[in-house]
């Protein structure tokens, strides 16, 4: 501890400029991962606020919720033995709010069941981020596909499919809309309980079936993941060039008899400082971000995740400067000394 302080104080500027870096690769891996985060919470908050249980659709609907029909008698099964099981349709349709400005949406229909109100014929419940729309309980809206109108009957949190928010309505009047009758989706809080003809999906594995979400998420999550290692390999390549330069002082160390777990000590602990120092500032930098960010970006980084990261972040470190010191072990105390000298 002691060697490694008096390092970093020796040089000063070598360790700032590494420390600097770490600082900037962590602050912009924690704001990609605040916007995955927010991404992810716009683009499939409905479905992500769903208990733990199984999503069903049917077999021939190559995995995509838009081609899915359940059939009656199979539904009627699932939603007699599944306890508080539901089924489900959704389709994007346009909210008119006025005679000059339409919205996107995604209309939700659904059996009775215990997670969501029950709407009555003519009337809607919307995401509450329709609220800065100007609309409010007791408007008369209307959609696109229709000319009657649907009174607001009130509003719901977290909302949102496809980076629309949701409006819930009543089946008939669903049915009216989009012409069907038949239900996409049954969700069962029962885990895994295979049905002839349907495919089953754990919540995850139903939310990796819509491609938008699955694209989006995919992406940035490789981005976090690059900028992961390379930090790693910066630590890697900077330790070793500190190696090389003192391969002499090393000699003479391990001359004097200080033995290699000692050294390897030393960079761990070097590299620990400069680690931590570079992501305590970097966290702090970015929820001051996810203070002053406008309230139109999707932005959410828990606390849960930064502290996921910044120990991503440490054992990749760890693991580059103990790459960066394999040459200390060969390290043969006279020759390192001969070279030192040269």
């Not at 409905?46 to 069903?56: A, E, R, S, V």
């Not at 669903?174 to 003809?197: M, Y």
């Not at 502290?307 to 790459?323: D, N, P, R």
């Amino acid at each position: 501890m002691i060697l490694a302080w008096k390092e970093i104080k020796n040089n000063k500027a070598k360790f700032s400029i590494v420390g600097s870096i770490i600082l900037l690769i962590s602050l912009l891996t924690f704001i990609i991962s605040g916007l995955a985060n927010g991404l992810s919470q716009d683009n499939m908050s409905l479905i992500k606020n769903f208990p733990d249980g199984t999503f069903y659709m049917a077999e021939d609907s190559n995995n995509s919720y838009a081609q899915s029909r359940i059939d009656e008698k199979k539904q009627m099964q699932l939603l007699e033995n599944g306890g508080d099981s539901f089924a489900f349709s959704l389709q994007m349709g346009n909210l008119k709010i006025d005679s000059n400005k339409q919205k996107n949406v995604s209309l939700m229909t659904y059996t009775d069941n215990k997670y969501y109100q029950n709407i009555d014929n003519g009337e809607i419940v919307l995401d509450h981020s329709l609220k800065k729309e100007g609309i409010k309980a007791g408007d008369q809206l209307s959609f696109r596909q229709s000319e009657n109108s649907f009174e607001v009957a009130g509003f719901v949190d977290d909302a949102r499919f496809n980076h629309s928010p949701v409006v819930l309505i009543n089946q008939k009047d669903f049915n009216n809309l989009f012409r069907t009758q038949a239900f996409q989706i049954v969700f069962s809080p029962i885990s895994n309980k295979d049905i002839d003809g349907l495919n089953a999906y754990s919540n995850s594995e139903f939310l990796n079936t819509i491609p938008s979400y699955q694209a989006e998420q995919m992406t940035l999550n490789m981005i976090v993941w690059f900028l992961i290692i390379i930090s790693g390999m910066l630590f890697a390549i900077f330790f070793y060039m500190m190696n090389v330069q003192k391969l002499g002082m090393y000699g003479i160390l391990k001359a004097l008899g200080i033995r290699t777990n000692t050294l390897y000590t030393m960079i761990w602990t070097q590299m620990g400082i400069i680690t931590v120092s570079a992501l305590i500032s970097s966290a702090l930098l970015s929820q001051v971000f996810q203070s002053i960010a406008p309230t139109s970006m999707p932005y959410s980084l828990p606390l849960t995740s930064t502290i996921q990261l910044s120990i991503l972040f440490i054992v990749v470190g760890f693991m580059g400067a103990t790459l960066s010191g394999i040459q200390i072990k060969r390290i043969d105390p006279l020759q390192a000394i001969q070279q030192g000298e040269a």
